[in-house]
């Protein structure tokens, strides 16, 4: 950098730098005015599209309540079109879901569920949703896609849920000993305190083992 002797030469310096880039730095300044309040302005307009979707699913929630099911479902699925990407879109998937549930339709109910998780905006949300469909597949006796949901990373506040939902998938297939330990996992994440039919779902495993293992092998 160059060293001024004197005052003057500064600030002959300084009349020399703005009559080179003064231009430029005042349209830096403007353009950077403008972005800024082209920003607030997106912000506020974003602002407002939240509130607008926000509101619509409110509404859609609580039409839901004296809408047979036919309406609810087809205003439900517009409402998913119209706002995808949304955190609502998720929400609105899990609702549809239970819908479907209702009427046993196990196929839409996944493919809810798969929505859901898929669009979730929090970890929370996701973790529902995939307790949800891990459960509707165990029911569908398709075990190993259940498994397959529940070993995608969840919270591990979700932990127990998730391991007596794996334990009731191996009893299912008569996997007596993964079913133990993941009951046993269960239990120690504190799953007694959501399922207090954990101990007895372990026991009752216990006793079977123990029946199974005391009968006489035939000669």
């Known amino acids: 950098m160059e060293i001024y002797q004197t005052e003057e030469q500064q600030v002959e310096a300084i009349k020399g730098y703005w009559a080179e880039n003064g231009n430029m730095i005042i349209a830096g300044i403007a353009l950077g005015f403008a972005g800024f309040i082209g ?34 479902t087809q205003n439900a699925e517009k ?18 879901a239970k819908e479907y ?51 995608q990373p969840l919270p591990e506040s979700f932990k127990a849920s998730i391991e007596e939902i794996k ?18 996992a269960a239990i120690d994440a504190d799953g007694l305190a959501t399922s207090p039919n954990l101990q007895m779902k372990l026991d009752d495993l216990a006793t079977a083992v123990n029946i199974t293992t005391a009968i006489p092998v035939a000669k």
Not at 52 to 60: G, I, R
Not at 168 to 182: F, P, S, V
């Open 167 to 184: 334990g009731d998938t191996y009893l299912l297939q008569n996997k007596k000993e993964l079913a133990r330990n993941a009951y046993q």
């Open 79 to 96: 409402f998913i079109s119209e706002n995808s990407g949304t955190s609502y879109e998720s929400l609105t998937a899990l609702a549809l």
């Open 39 to 72: 920003f607030n302005v997106y912000k506020d307009n974003k602002l407002e599209d939240e509130i607008a979707v926000s509101d619509s699913y409110q509404t859609l929630i609580e039409a839901s309540v004296n809408d047979d099911e036919t309406t609810f």
């Open 101 to 151: 549930a209702s009427t046993k339709d196990w196929e839409k109910v996944q493919t809810q569920l798969k929505l859901a998780i898929k669009s979730a905006p929090s970890d929370g949300i996701k973790g529902i949703a995939s307790l949800r469909l891990a459960r509707v597949q165990v029911q569908q006796e398709q075990y190993e896609q259940a498994l397959s949901t529940l070993a």
